[in-house]
């Protein structure tokens, strides 16, 4: 009876051993194993520069005596359907013409397109790749890397290759940005300014660079200031207020890119790593600067926090000016438990001196990290009633009460 219990035993463990054991086995190149979980992914860029073969601006050799192949490898797992000649773009600048026996293939097991076909001699070509192409999840190419659907032409990719002699430099889709200017973001600004905005490139349509285009006006009261043009050159614009600007007066100077271009269309996009990239409605790049303070009766300077740390039980926090105790308030300032983000209740009490306040930390937990939050709306006093000028980088810069000049500080309660 035993040995025969233990053969049924053995029996129903081989069956369920072939049921089990000889299922689909799992393939390796599979879509979905690795790194793609069907989760739309947050950089909705499909390329780099180190995906592409050739490089940006690369030559094109030939694999055999006639034919020559580009090469794509993709950062995510493509919707083939997509991955076609209507969405990745060949054209030959020099010669005008398509290319001869152009075949595309695409590769998913491993995300990689070739591009194949009989190349011009000595000539430049333009590849695009269209914003219709879509990864596994549905989501389109951001080829402006923006982080925004913003569609064709804005985010389609482009960049150029060659063959023999061919120059890259005569196809320019490049748009110039904005480098430098001067004065730049701060204070103490010489009451006659020379205003200057420097290029990225040195081919700006220069009939593009005029006071329509370039403006100055008073920051409180938006009154244009009359300028006069100084020069207007390939990679730089200057001009200069007609007369003395007030002392100690905020001014803004505003750039309306969307009607700057170079010389081959292409247009301004903002300052350099401060942009969108090419959009449809490129925004207009502003700048303050306030001018020095030659009365010393007037003021120049935007409030700063000197000094925050823990004393006892409380947060003395202390200002290098003056200040307006009235923007002392819970709105204001906070103190938050750097781990929950939960509001640390606690006591606004100002100094006699109206150069600072202590925050009481009658609340506080020993051992536990905090965060001290003063907003960019706590102001000095009369007669500058400037805004913070807060500590959040790039500030502080010398103006204050910009969208990021609140002051952060981490503080460990003893």
């Known amino acids: 009876m035993f040995k025969k219990t233990m053969m049924i035993i053995v029996i129903i463990a081989i069956a369920l051993m072939l049921i089990f054991g000889c299922g689909k086995e799992d393939n390796p190149?599979?879509?979905?194993?690795?790194?793609?979980?069907?989760?739309?992914?947050?950089?909705?860029?499909?390329?780099?520069?180190?995906?592409?073969?050739?490089?940006?601006?690369?030559?094109?050799?030939?694999?055999?005596?006639?034919?020559?192949?580009?090469?794509?490898?993709?950062?995510?797992?493509?919707?083939?359907?997509?991955?076609?000649?209507?969405?990745?773009?060949?054209?030959?600048?020099?010669?005008?013409?398509?290319?001869?026996?152009?075949?595309?293939?695409?590769?998913?097991?491993?995300?990689?397109?070739?591009?194949?076909?009989?190349?011009?001699?000595?000539?430049?070509?333009?590849?695009?790749?269209?914003?219709?192409?879509?990864?596994?999840?549905?989501?389109?190419?951001?080829?402006?890397?923006?982080?925004?659907?913003?569609?064709?032409?804005?985010?389609?990719?482009?960049?150029?290759?060659?063959?023999?002699?061919?120059?890259?430099?005569?196809?320019?889709?490049?748009?110039?940005?904005?480098?430098?200017?001067?004065?730049?973001?701060?204070?103490?600004?010489?009451?006659?300014?020379?205003?200057?905005?420097?290029?990225?490139?040195?081919?700006?349509?220069?009939?593009?660079?005029?006071?329509?285009?370039?403006?100055?006006?008073k920051t409180s009261s938006q009154v244009s200031v009359s300028c006069t043009l100084l020069t207007a050159a390939l990679n730089h614009v200057s001009f200069q207020p007609r007369s003395k600007l007030d002392e100690a007066t905020q001014y803004t100077v505003t750039v309306e890119c969307a009607s700057v271009f170079d010389t081959c269309g292409n247009v301004l996009l903002g300052f350099v790593g401060e942009n969108d990239g090419w959009v449809a409605n490129i925004p207009d790049y502003t700048w303050d600067f306030i001018t020095e303070a030659i009365d010393t009766l007037l003021d120049g300077e935007p409030p700063q926090v000197s000094v925050a740390y823990v004393s006892g039980e409380e947060l003395v926090v202390r200002f290098d000016d003056d200040m307006d105790t009235s923007t002392f308030t819970t709105t204001n300032i906070k103190v938050f438990n750097n781990a929950t983000k939960q509001n640390l209740v606690g006591s606004i009490i100002n100094e006699y001196d109206g150069k600072g306040f202590r925050y009481t930390l009658e609340n506080a937990v020993s051992g536990t990290w905090y965060k001290l939050w003063v907003s960019k709306d706590v102001k000095e006093a009369a007669p500058g009633s400037w805004y913070l000028d807060g500590n959040i980088p790039p500030n502080p810069n010398g103006v204050g009460g910009e969208w990021n000049d609140d002051y952060e500080k981490e503080f460990l309660m003893p």
């Not at 580009?70 to 076609?84: C, E, R």
């Not at 110039?176 to 001067?182: A, K, R």
């Open 29 to 217: 190149f599979d879509p979905n194993r690795g790194g793609y979980n069907d989760t739309p992914q947050e950089n909705l860029s499909f390329i780099d520069t180190t995906t592409l073969d050739p490089g940006i601006d690369g030559e094109i050799v030939d694999v055999d005596p006639s034919t020559g192949e580009i090469i794509i490898y993709f950062l995510d797992f493509m919707d083939a359907s997509t991955v076609n000649t209507s969405n990745i773009i060949v054209r030959d600048t020099t010669n005008g013409t398509s290319i001869t026996g152009a075949t595309l293939t695409y590769y998913p097991e491993i995300k990689k397109a070739v591009f194949r076909g009989t190349f011009s001699d000595d000539a430049v070509f333009v590849v695009t790749l269209k914003s219709d192409l879509k990864n596994n999840a549905g989501i389109q190419l951001d080829g402006n890397d923006n982080g925004l659907i913003d569609g064709s032409p804005y985010d389609d990719y482009r960049y150029r290759l060659y063959t023999g002699t061919g120059n890259v430099g005569d196809v320019d889709f490049v748009h110039p940005e904005i480098d430098w200017v001067t004065p730049g973001t701060t204070n103490g600004v010489d009451t006659l300014p020379t205003i200057a905005v420097l290029f990225t490139d040195s081919d700006i349509d220069t009939t593009t660079l005029t006071l329509t285009n370039f403006t100055l006006m």
